[in-house]
């Protein structure tokens, strides 16, 4: 999940100060922030951009569009688009055809407005409506996977999206209860995970993982993150920063291979002398991976699994 906090008011993304720096902005230069959630980066962003500089901000949700416009709306250097970050190239092309980045933000997982409002039906902790959907609306919701998926669908999900130990437990309990009600509300389902798990992680909700695993399934949030990533790198500027916040392991697992992939010649031509350009490295990693601080999590505790990796486009005449 991003790790936003909002103090006095302020909304302030984990790892805000890291992850602005990672990009190294330049006052006249393109970015993209492709997952614009309540702000927080891009305003920071938009500190260190000037008059000749620009930022498009993407979200998928159009609570997220509507206080991106009522914010940045009047800022001439801003476009603000409704659209899966998977369609930033066609967000970059509305702005200008071949519109490329100088940088390209992504802080991945779900929002802390959308894990607070209980009618979206991201939390297991609050009532609300068994929904999980960010773009509300498009796709089926969780209530509606719960009700209509086999239990080894429901299972496949479990493990796959939440690395859930009772998968199959859990799935055969729910196929069972929903033939005499409907899963429609998320503590209905939150309590009935609870009831048939036989153990207890410390510090952990019995249903954490399975509410992890049918918010992935619902928004695809996988799918999303490989095709935004493949897409990042055919749009960056050479020396053009891509960064990338994590926060679990299998976003951070993607974002991995993705960076080393692209950072490695083609194991086709390991060892010869001449490698063709096709073949050559695209990326530069950027230093280590970067966690919150011990001072930042005992603030925002949301923050506590935030990974954020960095690399940087290489020109194709001197990638190596």
């Given at each position: 999940m991003s790790g936003e906090e909002y103090a006095n008011g302020t909304h302030?993304?984990?790892?805000?100060?890291?992850?602005v720096a990672a990009l190294n902005l330049k006052p006249d230069g393109v970015y993209l922030d492709a997952t614009f959630g309540r702000g927080g980066h891009a305003q920071a962003i938009l500190e260190q951009v000037g008059p000749g500089g620009r930022l498009l901000c993407l979200d998928r949700d159009p609570d997220a569009v509507a206080a991106a416009r009522a914010r940045f709306g009047a800022d001439p250097r801003v476009a603000i688009f409704l659209a899966r970050f998977s369609e930033l190239a066609a967000c970059a092309d509305r702005v200008r055809p071949g519109l490329r980045f100088d940088g390209i933000l992504f802080d991945l997982g779900v929002s802390s407005p959308q894990l607070d409002e209980p009618a979206r039906g991201f939390s297991f902790l609050?009532?609300?409506?068994?929904?999980?959907?960010?773009?509300?609306?498009?796709?089926?919701?969780?209530?509606?996977?719960?009700?209509?998926?086999?239990?080894?669908?429901?299972?496949?999900?479990?493990?796959?999206?939440?690395?859930?130990r009772f998968a199959l437990r859990?799935?055969?309990?729910?196929?069972?209860?929903?033939?005499?009600a409907p899963f429609q509300r998320t503590l209905q389902l939150a309590e009935m995970i609870a009831r048939v798990s036989p153990t207890r992680e410390r510090h952990k909700h019995p249903a954490t993982r399975v509410f992890q695993a049918l918010r992935i399934h619902v928004n695809n949030e996988l799918g999303e993150i490989e095709s935004a990533l493949a897409a990042a790198l055919e749009r960056l500027e050479p020396h053009g920063r891509l960064a990338v916040i994590s926060f679990h392991s299998l976003e951070d697992r993607i974002v991995k291979r993705f960076l080393r992939q692209h950072a490695s010649p083609d194991p086709l031509y390991a060892g010869l002398p001449q490698i063709p350009a096709h073949a050559r490295p695209r990326l530069r990693l950027v230093g280590k991976p970067t966690v919150p601080s011990d001072a930042e999590i005992a603030r925002n505790p949301r923050a506590r699994s935030a990974r954020l990796r960095v690399a940087e486009r290489l020109p194709t005449d001197l990638a190596a």
């Open positions: 302030w993304p984990v790892l805000r100060v890291e992850a609050q009532d609300g409506p068994l929904d999980m959907r960010m773009d509300r609306g498009t796709g089926p919701s969780a209530a509606d996977v719960v009700n209509t998926a086999a239990a080894d669908e429901l299972a496949r999900i479990f493990r796959e999206f939440g690395e859930e859990i799935a055969r309990a729910i196929v069972t209860d929903r033939k005499t």
